[in-house]
């Protein structure tokens, strides 16, 4: 992890050499996978400065996938605070994502809390519902599952 980020810092530096979108997404990966957030977060503010057409919602996909797994849901969900700042707005897409990370890992509970509190923000999609289902599932919660098919239906 340390070694690719030495290589990608060299590499910024070499004269005609510009990173592409897909070089910084695997670096964010690779440094998010090693929680090193701060670094990730600086790599981002790097890329609205000098490259801010680099910056795509997949960016901050990642990073809530990230923060999702290593349990960290509010930071998870300040991310999609945060992307206005680096002028990229959620959309149901983004906020899915979000949903989907948080229900695979673990924490179905506050993303049911979330997909209540921006329903009229983020219009419900089957994506999001099929996520809520898993996550209740996954955890044996059926009274809560079925709360979820009926919410579907009545959507």
Known sequence: GNLAYRF???ASKQQSYRHSPDVYRAMI???SKMRQFG???GLIEEMRVGNPE??????????????????????AIEVLDE????GCEP????FGCLLDALCKNGSVKEA????EDMRYRFPPTVKHFTSLLYGWCKEGK??????????MKDA
């Open 8 to 10: 990608f810092s060299w």
């Open 39 to 41: 670094a990730v977060w």
């Open 29 to 31: 990966k690779v440094l």
């Open 54 to 75: 680099l910056i795509s919602p997949q960016v901050f996909v990642i990073l809530m996938r990230r923060f999702a797994s290593a349990r960290m849901v509010h930071k």
């Open 91 to 94: 959309d149901e897409y983004v």
């Open 83 to 86: 992307m206005p700042k680096y």
């Open 142 to 151: 059926l009274v809560e599952a079925k709360h979820v098919l009926v919410q």
């Open 112 to 115: 049911a809390s979330l997909f």
